[in-house]
């Protein structure tokens, strides 16, 4: 089992950045972390993931450049700093976790957090 706990979001203007902090416990060791978005009637998409042992990550187009992933082995928690927001970037925001890497599938994720929102205002 996995557990996955999201937190940092919130209300900010375009343009401005913000950090989304997912705090993970459980035996995660062998799964990738990572950061997927669904927009109001939209469907959920991938936006990075992390991989725990090699530290490579992976990123959407959409977000490439803007979305850094990083990690805290010692806090056992990922980061997603996001700058240059745009109102396209308002969403909820999972964190999870899957036996897959790289630009994963949302249907191949194993573990979902409770979503936090992010909401850009322009």
């Known amino acids: 089992q996995v557990q996955l706990v999201e ?5 900010v203007q375009a343009g401005d950045s913000l950090t989304l902090s997912c705090a993970a416990s459980g035996r995660f ?4 972390l990572g950061w997927f978005r669904q927009a109001p009637g939209k469907e959920r ?3 990075g993931s992390i991989t725990w042992t090699t530290r490579n990550t992976y990123y959407a187009d959409s977000v490439k450049g803007r979305f850094f992933i990083s990690r805290d082995n010692t806090k056992n928690t990922i980061y997603l700093q996001m700058n240059t927001l ?6 909820l925001y999972y964190c999870a976790a899957a036996r897959a890497w790289g630009r994963i599938p949302p249907a191949e994720v194993d573990y979902w957090g409770q979503g936090t929102q992010v909401t850009v205002s322009s």
Do not use: I, K, N, P
């Open 45 to 47: 998409e991938f936006v």
């Open 7 to 11: 937190s940092g979001g919130g209300l």
């Open 29 to 32: 060791g062998s799964y990738a």
């Open 86 to 91: 745009t109102s396209e970037d308002t969403a």
